[in-house]
């Protein structure tokens, strides 16, 4: 019986989250009446809290040195695996309160704008259908827009070509291609032979702006003086289509410029179609809601239904 016992004590915790949560405080507000403050809690009481627990687990997490409390070496150990260990319960409530309510709410999803917008708006429909109570949130976005919306725990879900650092990205059935254009009358399509860098520097490149708050120059394809940099993709379509320059698009997005004749692919040297892979990240892949599981489940089947393409 005392084996059985001594084989069980490791796994029974000895220090509540309510302690830990007092650790933490006091580290991140850097001092006991701060931390007190924050916790709604009366100073005497998180300190208590903090003293017990390092007088269960036989450490020493803080000494003071003035009027600040500074961690020792094991107490910043205890500090990060404290942290985690908060930021795990939480996610824990939030996964039981999706298991428990059903279907959400409301699903916010962030899309990059190469994916084809006909197929987005019919999964969403289709969704629709299945859960008309649950609203749906939709963000355009460019570049970086969709994973700072995933860093940022603003949606529930995302398509993008870049995978932010800490989530895993399932890679969808189709990449998007996107290929260079101009109107017919554009010079670059008077040459008479294939595009080299060197002309398409000597004419305006549009561009559409990154969404993300940290910009880079990942929009811009071709480094040129002349250059429109726009705010969404329908802006850089009639911009290219009334001749004002050229532009990497969508090929999707322009199927029907190129039947009219509004705009033409360019023929550039080395060749002119790009593949970019698209990825569907869930905000929280160990504990997606069961609406935003339905959805990705029904962008995955229509991107494989017979003709479907980007």
């Known amino acids: 019986m005392a084996d059985k016992k001594q084989m069980e004590t490791p796994l029974t915790p000895r220090i509540s989250l309510e302690q830990w949560r007092c650790l ?3 580290v991140e507000e850097g001092g006991y009446a701060q931390a007190a403050a924050r916790l709604h ?8 809290s903090v003293q017990k627990l390092e007088s269960v687990l036989d450490i020493k997490a803080f000494v003071i040195e003035g009027r600040r409390a500074v961690l020792t070496r094991a107490g910043e150990m205890l500090y990060r695996r404290a942290r985690q260990l908060l930021e795990d319960a939480a996610g824990l409530e939030v996964a039981a309160r999706k298991a428990s309510a059903g279907w959400e ?46 860093e940022q725990g603003r949606v529930d ?3 993008t070509p ?13 990449p998007a291609q996107v290929i260079p254009v101009a109107h017919p009358d554009h010079p670059l399509h008077q040459l008479g032979r294939e595009v080299s860098l060197r002309d398409l520097r000597q004419h305006r490149h549009l561009v559409v702006r990154d ?3 940290q910009r880079t120059s990942k929009t811009t394809t071709v480094e040129v003086t002349r250059r429109w940099t726009l705010t969404n993709m329908a802006t850089s379509i009639g911009a290219a289509c009334r001749g004002y320059g050229f532009a990497w698009l969508p ?3 322009i199927l029907a410029e190129l039947e009219s004749g509004l705009l ?27 609406g935003a599981l339905r959805l990705a489940e029904i962008i995955r089947a229509k991107l494989q239904e017979p003709g479907v393409g980007t």
Do not use: N
């Open 24 to 26: 933490v405080a006091v």
């Open 41 to 48: 809690k009366s100073q005497s009481s998180v300190s208590y």
């Open 105 to 150: 709410a409301e699903i916010a999803i962030a899309v990059e704008v190469l994916f084809p917008t006909w197929l987005l708006l019919g999964c969403l429909d289709d969704f629709g259908r299945e859960s008309p109570q649950t609203r749906v949130e939709l963000y355009e976005t460019v570049i970086g827009g969709a994973p700072e919306a995933l």
């Open 157 to 159: 879900l995302a398509i």
């Open 162 to 174: 870049h995978v932010p650092r800490g989530f895993v990205g399932e890679m969808l059935p189709r």
């Open 211 to 213: 969404t993300g708050s």
């Open 251 to 253: 090929k999707e997005k």
């Open 264 to 290: 033409k692919p360019l023929p550039i040297r080395g060749g002119s179609a790009r593949s970019i892979p698209l990825y569907l990240i869930f905000a929280d892949r160990d504990a997606p809601g069961p």
